[in-house]
């Protein structure tokens, strides 16, 4: 019982060894099922305990390892916590983790260092179930921490590519950026609680109440901070679309299913404390939803197949912390849950045609989607399941994404008017966007020669996306308006009543996402006008997301320069090395007259040595 | 006197006679040697006092010291070796090219 | 002072023992290998030839003393007796009987390590003869054997110290106490069966001490004539003679206390007489295994003696020791303290 | 009484042999009186109740360090070379060494004669057998223990890396 518990972390583990120690002799195939199989262990252990769970109506399982850190009033142990919400993350994980771990051994076949790439995501899984069964925040900060060193590992794994590299490091300073919000808040934690523990902290907040509602604000907000960088949110979103020059199941695993959502299941967890501070909560929303709109209007105007798509899941992200600053969690995972199954289905698709386009003789951009063009015809099946993902996302009924975001829709509309706005403007836009690449890649004649030469790929690839393609199909079901399976399940969590269906604004909704798909299908069936939108100031604004890096690097990286200039130039070279340069030269001098001293005979040493000791004796002895 | 003052007098005697030995001797092997009689008188003056306070603790020390004496001895001869090999000679006035 | 004079008389009377012992084991040795080489062996001097020892140290001791020119001549005279010295010096601490009549130090409580101590004092006198001598060959016997009993020390060091921790006590009297615990049926309590493998190694490695056949490099006649013992003659080289014989005879004491059950045997509550016939029953056996081997057995090349001494004996007996030590700790039957 | 006749002798033995290293012009004939003057060391162990340490010093000091000594003496044919005369510049090193020789001795003695021991009754013998230094050094001791071990292991592979023929 105790060591099923963490059955979920160790099969990874045990993975991620064996292909460390032992990946380079081994055969791809052998390396890649392993990995698999380790994960598909993982995620048999978690169905298990999901069952155990659920049949302990609520009751949480819990396991303490060992004590970790003992230090005054600082007791942290190597504690782990199956609950219904880590329940659900822990089968997201490992379900879709498996579904990509398989994806990837057809996607990475060939690669020089494939037992490696299998390493990373294995330690990328056990490392993410880290992050969701932590008990205490600490624990949950090493998942986090190391989550965020296999992205690193992970964007950068063609390191060979300085732009990868790049990339890679780009992704760890910006998270690295949030993690001081977090690290801060956890202090903060500590001071005011004692304890870093789940239970604790919320017990006591119940008790305690509104007395620590200043407190819990500024706790709030550097959370917050936190999850900005993990989740992407504004102003730290930058990394994400950059993230895409990782392999493409990477992108859909860690940068669309799971670890980007880590932020929005801390905001989860810590629901207690957030709700202590509705200002911090009204400043989430606002912030979800603003990313949401910038992200969605920036995805409009990509030519990559893979930026739409990064883009999409930042704007996504920002429904999601939307949700959450406006307390509607239940709402919040669940478009979560929805969007691991169709983002991680679009990126697959996307990753199937990047495949082909590879493969196929030809000198383009194998990820620029003015050269596709026609791809319906020669890959059916990733057509049809790339469709399912994209209407999906575009938010119609009955596929999974259409009642998810209807229930963070719903919940915008009731509280927020304005973060309502910006979310309704951000679904058409994402509508318009999803028919635009689909048009683009799919439709219409082959743009180069890659397309016209394209092939479906092998069954092992596609296999993951007709199972994704089901659970986007029937993934609605399990919270179907007005209180479905979902709410009911983390009710003993998150104590959220559910809302009641609003069939107006559900309709609403489906006719704005149906009619953005018909523009873009009039838009976009000449490819021309793709190709002529990126060159005008409006498309290169949104191209480059609203410019963001630029400003960064006016202002942010500008200054950093110049402070980095001051300090080698006048600190470094002109007071700290001058000051070594001056002991050195005077040490120097020293020398020049003390080295008569050194007359080379050892003896000549054990001799004053010899007078040395006698010397300190009679000081000893006579004089004291 | 007591038996542990006459006991440390001894130790102290034999400690100068070693001093003496790595100052006066040229011999590097005979320096060595004059140097395990030092150590031998300190371990004599720690039994002493061992002794004198019944603290086992001394006696540890000089187990101790002989272990570390050991360790110095196989690493010291090796050096004599070395050296010997490339200076034909133990003389410890011959290795003095790192005068200043 | 009756103490210091029992001791007195105790000592005298050992080595009154050893050194006919001494006398005879050349003599059993003569005739044991005659009778494994198929020949009769000394027979001429007395009954069976019993007066022969006699006869040949007589003439030993009448012999020219002759001392070569250019040794070093207090070292030349000093070194037989550092040879005989340690030797004898072994016997205060093996109990060769039951009870304090038989026994001069038994009971000192650091008795196996003074046993290691004094055993590796013996290197002394052959490393010393062969450099006084002034003679290449002799340098390179006393070299030979100052490296091989090094070498060979640690192993046998180690192979004792596994029977203390089995003993847990360093005193030779206790050790022999330890091999007749109530639970273990009579011979079955030996530490030659509860420590085979530090007997084996123990075996081996006093086969190196003596310097005997097959690990007689020191004196291999083939390349160095006598080894350190060329310009040796007369008494000084019956001096030598003895060492070897007497450290064969105390290895065998030893062998016998350290696994053999040292003096214990049947009745000996009852006549403790027979403790010590006993002991010296199984001393002799140990002795006749050691003639037996010389007659058996070829020597080892010298590089292979060594590679065995540090590369085979040393790290079996060190992981002996860890063994002992684990099964010890677990409590395994027979290794219980 | 008895113990002061034992202890003077072997204090005297115990300078004279160490005189004799001082002394010695051949090699061999020092480590000989250095072997002898640790005999004496470890029989004086005995006298002041350190049975253990008198084992100890004969089997590693006596048997081991100094017949790895006289090996090495023996190897290297070194008693038989003297150096040449001082080198230049180390004349004041005999006299000076000489007389800081006196000058420690002297000190010693003041010590002894104007400083009392301490009027504390001399605490009874402690025990001092294997078991009871064991004991010490597993317990008490047992960081320093396992450092000595690592040195030790140091010390060997420096041994064996320095003395290594190079190809």
């Not at chain 1, 199972?467 to 993934?475: D, I, K, P, Q, R």
């Not at chain 1, 997301?545 to 070279?573: E, G, K, M």
Request: aromatic share 10%.
């Amino acid at each position: 019982m105790t060591l099923l518990i963490v059955s979920p972390i160790l099969f990874p583990l045990l993975g991620m060894l064996i292909n460390a120690l032992f990946g380079q002799r081994m055969r791809e195939r052998v390396v890649g099922w392993v990995a698999s199989f380790a994960v598909i262990a993982a995620f048999a252990a978690s169905v298990v305990l999901f069952v155990q769970l659920s049949q302990s109506h609520g009751e949480p399982l819990r396991l303490t390892l060992a004590p970790w850190i003992t230090a005054g009033a600082l007791n942290v142990a190597w504690g782990f916590l199956v609950d219904p919400l880590s329940a659900v993350m822990m089968l997201i994980v490992t379900g879709v983790g498996a579904l990509i771990h398989i994806y990837s051994i057809g996607y990475m076949h060939g690669d020089p260092r494939f037992a490696r790439y299998f390493v990373y995501l294995n330690l990328f899984v056990a490392a993410m179930l880290v992050l969701v069964m932590a008990d205490n925040f600490l624990v949950l900060f090493v998942g986090w921490e190391l989550v965020g060193l296999c992205s690193y590992l992970l964007i950068g794994f063609w390191f060979q590519d300085v732009k990868n590299a790049a990339a890679g490091r780009k992704a760890f300073v910006v998270n690295r950026i949030g993690d001081v919000g977090f690290v801060l808040g956890m202090l903060l934690i500590f001071a005011t609680f004692g304890t870093l523990d789940f239970e604790t902290v919320f017990a006591q907040v119940k008790v305690r109440g509104e007395s620590l509602a200043a407190v819990a604000s500024l706790i709030t907000l550097l959370l917050f901070i936190g999850a900005t960088g993990k989740s992407a949110q504004i102003p730290l979103f930058v990394w994400l679309p950059d993230a895409m020059a990782g392999p493409t199941p990477v992108s859909a695993l860690i940068h669309a299913a799971t670890m980007v959502t880590a932020g929005v299941y801390m905001m989860s967890r810590a629901h207690v404390l957030f709700e202590l501070a509705p200002t911090t909560q009204a400043l989430i929303a606002l912030v979800g939803a603003i990313t949401a709109l910038v992200a969605g209007s920036s995805a409009l105007r990509q030519v990559d197949i893979k930026k739409v798509l990064a883009y999409s899941t930042v704007s996504q992200l920002g429904f999601m912390v939307a949700a959450a600053g406006l307390g509607a969690y239940v709402a919040a995972l669940f478009h979560l849950l929805t969007h691991a199954f169709f983002k991680a289905l679009l990126f697959l698709g996307a990753g199937s045609v990047i495949h082909a386009m590879h493969a196929a003789h030809g000198d383009v951009d194998p990820q620029d989607m003015r050269a596709m063009g026609g791809l319906a015809k020669r890959m059916p099946f990733t057509f049809l399941t790339f469709v399912i993902g994209g209407l999906a996302l575009a938010g119609l009924p009955p596929l999974a994404g259409f009642f998810s975001k209807d229930e963070v829709l719903l919940a915008a509309f009731a509280d927020n008017p304005l973060v309502f706005v910006l979310l309704g403007i951000t679904a058409a836009f994402t509508a318009l966007y999803v028919g635009r690449q689909i048009v683009l890649v799919f439709l219409g004649e082959p743009r180069s020669a890659n397309a016209a030469h394209a092939h479906e790929s092998p069954a092992i690839m596609t296999m993951p996306l007709a199972v994704l393609a089901l659970l986007t199909l029937a993934g609605g079901a399990i919270n179907l308006p007005g209180g479905g399976w979902l709410h009911h399940w983390l009710e003993p969590v998150l104590h959220e009543a559910a809302k009641p269906l609003n069939v107006g604004l559900a309709l609403v909704f489906t006719l704005i996402a149906l009619g953005a798909l018909a523009l873009a299908w009039v838009w976009y069936r000449d490819a021309q006008r793709a190709r002529l939108e990126v060159e005008s100031a409006l498309g290169r604004f949104l191209l480059s997301a609203w410019h963001i890096d630029a400003v960064y690097h006016a202002t942010v990286l500008r200054a950093f320069y110049t402070l980095s200039t001051i300090c080698s130039q006048l600190i470094d070279i002109g007071l700290i090395d001058a000051a070594v340069n001056a002991v050195g030269r005077s040490a120097r001098a020293a020398a020049d007259q003390l080295r008569a001293a050194q007359s080379g005979f050892v003896r000549n040493y054990g001799l004053l040595m010899f007078l040395g000791v006698i010397v300190l004796v009679v000081y000893f002895v006579v004089v004291r | 006197m007591e038996p542990t003052s006459f006991v440390v007098f001894l130790s102290s005697v034999l400690f100068v006679i070693g001093a003496l030995g790595v100052l006066l001797r040229r011999n590097a092997l005979m320096i060595f040697m004059s140097i395990e009689l030092m150590l031998n008188a300190a371990n004599l003056a720690f039994v002493a006092f061992a002794q004198r306070w019944a603290q086992l603790a001394g006696q540890v020390f000089v187990f101790f010291v002989m272990t570390v004496a050991a360790a110095e001895v196989a690493v010291g001869l090796a050096l004599i070796v070395t050296i010997f090999r490339t200076k034909r000679s133990t003389s410890v006035d011959e290795l003095a090219q790192l005068r200043g | 002072m009756p103490v210091v004079v029992e001791v007195t008389l105790k000592s005298a009377a050992l080595i009154f023992v050893l050194l006919t012992g001494f006398a005879y084991l050349s003599l059993l040795e003569r005739k044991f290998i005659a009778r494994l080489q198929a020949r009769i062996g000394p027979n001429r001097a007395g009954p069976f030839g019993l007066l022969q020892p006699v006869a040949d140290g007589l003439k030993l001791i009448f012999k020219e003393s002759v001392t070569p020119k250019g040794v070093d001549k207090p070292i030349y005279f000093l070194a037989p007796a550092l040879v005989v010295v340690p030797a004898l010096m072994l016997f205060a601490v093996i109990p060769v009987g039951k009870g304090a009549t038989f026994q001069l130090a038994s009971d000192l409580n650091v008795g196996a390590l003074y046993v290691v101590g004094v055993m590796s004092l013996a290197v002394y006198g052959i490393a010393l003869a062969g450099w006084a001598s002034n003679n290449k060959y002799a340098v390179l016997g006393g070299l030979r054997a100052a490296a091989q009993m090094i070498a060979y020390e640690l192993g046998m060091g180690l192979s004792v110290a596994a029977v203390v921790l089995m003993a847990s006590s360093a005193s030779l009297a206790d050790i022999v106490a330890a091999q007749y615990p109530e639970q273990y049926g009579g011979i079955l309590g030996w530490f030659l069966f509860r420590q085979p493998v530090a007997a084996a190694i123990f075996v081996i490695a006093a086969f190196a001490e003596v310097a005997r056949a097959p690990f007689d490099l020191v004196e291999a006649e083939q390349e160095l004539t006598a080894g350190f013992m060329t310009e040796y003659g007369g008494m000084k080289f019956a001096l030598f003679f003895m060492g070897e014989y007497v450290k064969m005879i105390a290895v065998s004491a030893l062998f016998t206390t350290f696994f053999l059950g040292g003096w214990s045997g049947p009745f000996v509550n009852e006549a403790p007489i027979l403790s010590v016939v006993y002991f010296t029953i199984k001393v002799v056996v140990c002795l006749l295994a050691f003639i037996w081997v010389r007659a058996t057995l070829p020597r080892v090349r010298y590089d292979k003696l060594m590679d065995m001494g540090w590369k085979v004996l040393f790290p079996v007996a060190l992981a002996n020791v860890l063994v002992t030590a684990v099964l010890i700790l677990l409590g395994l039957p027979g290794y219980r303290l | 009484m008895t113990d002061w006749i034992v202890l003077g002798l072997l204090g005297v033995l115990s300078v004279a042999s160490a005189l004799g290293l001082l002394l010695s012009r051949n090699a061999i004939y020092a480590a000989l009186f250095l072997v002898l003057n640790f005999v004496i060391g470890a029989v004086i162990y005995l006298v002041l109740n350190a049975p253990f340490l008198a084992v100890v010093q004969i089997s590693v000091y006596a048997g081991a360090i100094m017949v790895l000594f006289i090996f090495v003496i023996m190897l290297l044919g070194a008693e038989r070379l003297t150096p040449a005369e001082n080198p230049p510049g180390l004349n004041y090193q005999r006299p000076l060494a000489l007389i800081l020789g006196v000058l420690a001795l002297g000190l010693a003695a003041y010590v002894l004669l104007t400083r009392q021991a301490s009027a504390a009754p001399v605490a009874q013998s402690v025990d001092a057998s294997p078991t009871a230094v064991g004991l010490q050094l597993f317990r008490n001791y047992v960081f320093p223990f396992e450092v000595v071990a690592l040195l030790l292991l140091a010390a060997m592979v420096g041994a064996v890396v320095l003395t290594r023929k190079t190809e």
